[in-house]
C-alpha cells in the first residue's frame, strides 16, 4: 500500500469515525432504544420509590375514643415523631419572654442640641454687638438733648447729605421738609411695616426699634425659634445682661451632653421593672445595640434636671441669676432621648417565638402504643392522629410524590454526571442496564434486611435486643457500591456510592446516622476492591467494611462528649450498635457472593475473577483449540505474553489482555487447515483457490470467533477482542495476488473484498492485541531475528497501521505507542535469544551441509534480504502474521537462503515485490 503523507494521515485521524466502528445502532432502532431506555427508567424511578416510601398501614383513628379502653395492641408499623405541643408552647412563651425590650437612644441630640445653642447664641451677640454700634453713632452725631434714636438718625441724615452732594443725590433732609406735617394717626394708617413706618417719621429703621423697644424683641424671638423652646422675657434678659458670654454656652452645653449620653427617660419605673433582664439600648447614630442591665444606668428628666442644675450652681456660685436662667434654659430643653421601641420589640418577640424548634418525641418502630384494655389518654390519640397522617389522604401521596422526586433528581444528576465525563458508559445500553439492575437489587436487598431487622427486634424483650435502631447498622449499604465497583468501574462506585448512602437515609426515616455509616462503609467497599482477581477479594472487602462501620459508629457515639460508661449507661446500646455494624460488614460480602455471579451470567460480564478462570488452559475451548488447530494455540500464547507486557507497559488490563488474546483466533478452529500455522507438512490448500474465496475463507474466522465466544459466554469484552484485532485491515497478500491474476479490461479488483468488516479497535487493550498479533506473526518469518531486526519490525508493523487508520477509536497517544514497542521488542528478544552450540553435538547435520555447501551464494547481502524475504512469503501463506512455514519446523531462514542462492535475477525481482508484501500494514496473509 502507497504511504500517505502526514497530512492525509492527520485528516483522516479527524475524520468523524463510521458508526459501524463505534458499533452503534442504525439511527432508526437507536431511536426505538432510547424511548425503551426512557420508559425503563420512569419504572426504576417508580420501583425505587414503592421501596423507599414506608408501607400503607392505616389506622382508624375514629374508634379509640378518648378515655375508652382500647380494642386490641396497637404497635408502630414504623419510626416517626410527635410534637409535644405543651412543651413546644412553653418554649415559646420562655422565648418571648427572654427577649428583652428594645429603647432607641437618640445619641444625637447632644449635637443638634449644642448646634441649636450655638446659633442662638451667636444671634444675641450679634444683636449685642449692633446695638453699641448704634449707640456709638447717636453719641458721634453730637445733637445736644437729642435722644439716642435721634443723635443716630441725625448723624444718619448728615451723612446722607455729604454722600448725596458728592454724589448729586437730591437733598433727603430738604425732600422730607419740603413735605407738609402729617399726624401720628396718619403715620399709622400709611405705615404697616417696619421700614415703612420708621420712614414716615422720618428716622432709620435700627433707631425707631431702639426708641420704641422692638430691638431686643425681635432679637428674642429670633433667639427662640433657634433654641426651639420659650424663652421668657426675664431669662432673655438675664441672658443680654450676660452678653450672651462663650461661657454660657459651654456652661449650658456641657452638663446636657452628659446627661443625653447616659440616657434620659420618661419613666424609669417601668425600665427598673425590667432589669431582671436587662433592656437593650439601640443607638440611633451607630446602630449600635447595648445591654442596659442596672436602673442607675439611666436618668428620669428629674434627675437630669437636678444633673444640669447642680452643674450650673457648681459653675456660677457668684452668679445665681444667671445661674438659674441657664437652668431654667436646660429644664425647657430636656426631653427623653431613650425611649421604647415598642413595634421593633414586638417584631423581635415574634421572632423569637418562630425560631423555637418544635419539641418531638421519637416513636421507634415497633412500639407499643396502646395494649388490649388499656384507656385512650391524650398522647395515645395523637400517636394515632400521627400514625393517621402518615397514611391517609394528602399526606401519603405528597410524601411519595416527593421521593419520587428526589430520586428523580438524584439518578438525573448521576446520568448527567455519566454523560459529561463517562460518556461511552453513559451511551452504552447494557451498562446502563446493569447500573439499574444494580440499583434495584441493592434496595430489594436493604428492604428485605430491614424487614427481618424488625421482626427480630420485635420479636426480643431485652434492652438492647428490642432496639431496631441498633438492627438497621447491620443492613448491607455497601452492597450496590461494591457491584458497581466490580463489574462496572471504580470511579462510578464512588458515585453510586453517594446515591446509595442517601437511598439509605430516607429508607431508614431521614436519618443521618445511617446515611454516614452507609457513605463510608461504601467508600471502603469502592478503594477495597481495585483488582478483583480473586473470590476472597470480595471477602475481604466485607471484613473492612465491618471494620469501618464500627469506626463510624464508635465516632458518632463519642461526638456526643460521653465516656463509654457514660454511652453504656445513659446512652443506650453503642457496644451493641458497634456488633451489629460488623454483622453489616459480612453481610455485604455474604450477599455479594451470589448476586455477582447471577450478573455474570445474566449480562455476560468480564470480571478479573471470571478472565482468571478463563485463563486457566484447561478451558474446554482452548482444550479443543489445541486439539484442532494447535498452531493457533502456540501462536495465542504468544500473542497473549506480548499483549500483557504491553498493556502492562501503559497502565492497561493486563490481565484482560493476556485472557482475550487466548481466545482471539478460536474462529479458525472451524477450518483450521486454511491457516499456515496448522499445516504441519500439509499441502496449502490456498494454492488451488481463487484469492477472493481465500480471502472470504481467511475472514470468516472472525465471524465464527464470535459465534463461539457466545455459545461459550466468553462476555462481551472478549467478543469485542474478536471482532476488532484485524480492524479493517487489508488480506494484502490475496489482494495483490488477485491484482496479478485478474484482468483490469475486464474488472478491477474491488479492495473492500479483501478488508476485515471490522470495527477498528476501540480500546487500548484491543489496539494491543491487534499489533501483537501481527507482530508475533512476522517475527517467525525473520531468518536471523536480531534484537535490530525486531526493532525494525515491530515499528514497520506499528506504522502500516496507524497509517491506515487502525488506532483513530482506540486513544492510544503516540507515547502509548512507543512503550508498547520497546515492550514487545524486550518480550521478542527474550523469545529468540541466540542459544550456545554444543562442542561435538550436529543437530542437523543434513542442513549443515547444505549451509556448506551454499555458503558463497548466502554470503551475498542481496541473497540474505531476499532469503528473509521468501521465508516472510513462506510464513504469509496462511494466517495473517501467524507466519510459520508450511512444515511448522522453523527452519524458514535455512530454505530462503537455499531458494535465494539459486534464482536468478527475474525471480529476485518477484522476491522483492512479495517483500513489499511481507512488510504490508498486516505482513500475516489474514490481514
Known amino acids: ?243 450672651f458670654a462663650p461661657e454660657l454656652l459651654a456652661a449650658i452645653v456641657e452638663p446636657l451632653t452628659t446627661v443625653y449620653q447616659v440616657g434620659v427617660v420618661t419613666d424609669k419605673d417601668a425600665i427598673a421593672a425590667e432589669m431582671p433582664k436587662g433592656i437593650v439600648a439601640r443607638y440611633l447614630g451607630s446602630r449600635e445595640e447595648r445591654l442596659i442591665l442596672r436602673a442607675d444606668r439611666v436618668l428620669s428628666l428629674s434627675e437630669a434636671n437636678e444633673v444640669v442644675r447642680t452643674s450650673l450652681r457648681e459653675r456660677f456660685r457668684d452668679r445665681l441669676d444667671v445661674s438659674q436662667a441657664l437652668a431654667d434654659l436646660a429644664d425647657r430643653l430636656l426631653a427623653p432621648n431613650l425611649t421604647p421601641n415598642r413595634q421593633e420589640t414586638e417584631t423581635r418577640r415574634d421572632f423569637a417565638r418562630a425560631a423555637v424548634e418544635p419539641v418531638y418525641y421519637q416513636v421507634k418502630k415497633g412500639e407499643m402504643i396502646v395494649r388490649e384494655g388499656e384507656r385512650i389518654t391524650e398522647t395515645t390519640v395523637m400517636k394515632l392522629q400521627a400514625m393517621h397522617r402518615q397514611h391517609h389522604g394528602g399526606a401519603a401521596w405528597l410524601f411519595s410524590l416527593g421521593i419520587f422526586l428526589i430520586v428523580m433528581l438524584i439518578l438525573g444528576y448521576g446520568y448527567s454526571y455519566l454523560m459529561r465525563f463517562r460518556p461511552n458508559l453513559a451511551m452504552n445500553h447494557d451498562k446502563l442496564a446493569l447500573l439499574g439492575t444494580i440499583t434495584l437489587l441493592h434496595m430489594i436487598v436493604l428492604r428485605a434486611m430491614m424487614w427481618l431487622a424488625e421482626m427480630v427486634a420485635a420479636s426480643q424483650a431485652q434492652f438492647p435486643f428490642n432496639q431496631v435502631s441498633s438492627y438497621y447498622f447491620a443492613l448491607p449499604y455497601a452492597v450496590g457500591p461494591l457491584l458497581v465497583a466490580l463489574l462496572v468501574d471504580q470511579r462510578v462506585a464512588v458515585l453510586f456510592s453517594t446515591v446509595y448512602a442517601v437511598f439509605a437515609g430516607l429508607v431508614t426515616g431521614n436519618n443521618f446516622e445511617y446515611t454516614l455509616a452507609a457513605l463510608v462503609g461504601s467508600y471502603a467497599a469502592v478503594f477495597s476492591v481495585a483488582q478483583y482477581r480473586q473470590r476472597t477479594a470480595i471477602t475481604r472487602a466485607g471484613l473492612l467494611i465491618a471494620v469501618f462501620n464500627a469506626l463510624v459508629i464508635v465516632n458518632m457515639r463519642l461526638g456526643t462528649g460521653m465516656s463509654p460508661l457514660q454511652l453504656e449507661l445513659f446512652g443506650g446500646s453503642w457496644l451493641f450498635d458497634c456488633l451489629c455494624g460488623l454483622v453489616g460488614g459480612l453481610l455485604v460480602a455474604f450477599v455479594v457472593q451470589p448476586i455477582i455471579i447471577g450478573l455474570e451470567n445474566a449480562f455476560q460480564l468480564t470480571t478479573d475473577a471470571r478472565l482468571l478462570e478463563l485463563s486457566n488452559l484447561d478451558q474446554p475451548l482452548l482444550r479443543e483449540l489445541i486439539m484442532k488447530a494447535p498452531g493457533t494455540y ?218 556448506r555447501a551454499e555458503q558463497p551464494a548466502a554470503e551475498a547481502p542481496e541473497a540474505v534480504e531476499s532469503g528473509e524475504t521468501v521465508g516472510a512469503v513462506a510464513g504469509a501463506d496462511g494466517d495473517d502474521g501467524d507466519g510459520d512455514d508450511g512444515d511448522g519446523d522453523g527452519a524458514d531462514g535455512d530454505r530462503a537462503d537455499v531458494l535465494a542462492a539459486t534464482l536468478d535475477e527475474s525471480v529476485k525481482d518477484t522476491v522483492r515485490t512479495r517483500e513489499r508484501v511481507a512488510i504490508a500494514p498486516n505482513p500475516e496473509v489474514d490481514g
Open 634 to 851: 502456540q501462536h495465542s500464547l504468544a500473542v497473549g505474553n506480548l499483549a500483557e507486557a504491553a498493556a502492562e507497559t501503559i497502565g492497561g488490563n493486563s490481565l484482560f489482555a493476556r485472557v482475550a488474546s487466548y481466545y482471539h483466533d478460536i474462529g479458525k478452529m472451524s477450518k483450521p487447515h486454511y491457516f499456515v500455522e496448522n499445516l504441519a507438512g500439509r499441502k496449502n490448500p490456498h494454492e488451488k483457490l481463487k484469492p477472493n474465496l481465500s480471502a472470504r475463507i481467511i475472514i470468516n474466522h472472525v465471524k465464527e470467533g464470535v459465534k463461539l465466544a457466545r455459545e461459550y459466554k466468553l462476555g462481551e469484552p472478549i467478543i469485542d477482542i474478536i471482532l476488532e484485532h484485524h480492524g479493517t485491515s487489508l488480506l494484502y497478500f490475496f489482494y495483490k495476488k488477485a491484482c496479478m491474476n485478474a484482468d483490469s479490461k475486464v474488472r478491477a479488483v474491488n479492495e473492500e473484498e479483501f478488508r476485515y468488516p471490522g470495527p477498528r479497535p476501540r480500546t487500548k487493550e484491543s489496539a494491543i492485541i491487534m499489533i501483537a498479533d501481527s507482530v508475533e506473526a512476522a517475527s517467525r518469518t525473520l531468518a536471523n531475528p536480531t534484537h535490530a531486526r525486531l526493532k525494525g519490525l515491530v515499528r514497520r508493523i506499528v506504522a502500516d497501521k496507524f497509517e491506515d487508520g487502525q488506532f483513530e477509536l482506540s486513544t492510544l497517544s503516540l507515547t502509548d505507542l512507543s512503550k508498547i514497542q520497546d515492550a514487545m521488542v524486550h518480550v521478542l528478544t527474550g523469545i529468540y535469544h541466540h542459544r550456545l552450540n554444543y562442542p561435538g553435538i550436529d543437530f542437523e547435520p543434513d542442513k549443515s551441509k547444505k549451509r
Open 1 to 243: 500500500m502507497a504511504s500517505e503523507s502526514r497530512i492525509q494521515i492527520l485528516g483522516k485521524l479527524l475524520n468523524k469515525p463510521n458508526p459501524k466502528d463505534l458499533g452503534l445502532r442504525p439511527a432508526g432502532s437507536q431511536g426505538r432504544w432510547n424511548r425503551l431506555g426512557i420508559g425503563l427508567g420512569f419504572a426504576l424511578m417508580l420501583a425505587l420509590t414503592w421501596l423507599i416510601a414506608p408501607a400503607d398501614t392505616r389506622v382508624d383513628v375514629s374508634a379509640y375514643a378518648l378515655g375508652e379502653p382500647a380494642p386490641h395492641d396497637i404497635k408502630s408499623d414504623r419510626e416517626f415523631s410527635i410534637e409535644d405541643r405543651s412543651t413546644t408552647l412553653g418554649k415559646q412563651q420562655e422565648a418571648e419572654l427572654a427577649m428583652r425590650s428594645l429603647y432607641d437612644h437618640d445619641d444625637l441630640v447632644p449635637v443638634r442640641l449644642t448646634r441649636q445653642l450655638r446659633d442662638a447664641f451667636d444671634i444675641g451677640v450679634q444683636a449685642n454687638d449692633a446695638y453699641e454700634r448704634l449707640r456709638q453713632g447717636m453719641a458721634d452725631a453730637g445733637e445736644t438733648g437729642a435722644s439716642p434714636e435721634a443723635a443716630g438718625n441725625g448723624a444718619r441724615r448728615s451723612q446722607e447729605r455729604r454722600n448725596g452732594r458728592r454724589n448729586g443725590t437730591p437733598d433727603r433732609t430738604s425732600a422730607t421738609a419740603a413735605r407738609p406735617p402729617v399726624s401720628p394717626p396718619a403715620i399709622l394708617s400709611a405705615a404697616d411695616t417696619l421700614p415703612s413706618l420708621a420712614e414716615a417719621l422720618g428716622m432709620s429703621a435700627e433707631a425707631f426699634q431702639l426708641r420704641t423697644g422692638m430691638f431686643w424683641e425681635r432679637t428674642r424671638v429670633s433667639f427662640e425659634k433657634r433654641v426651639g423652646v420659650d424663652v421668657p422675657k426675664e431669662l432673655f434678659a438675664t441672658l443680654r445682661s450676660a452678653a
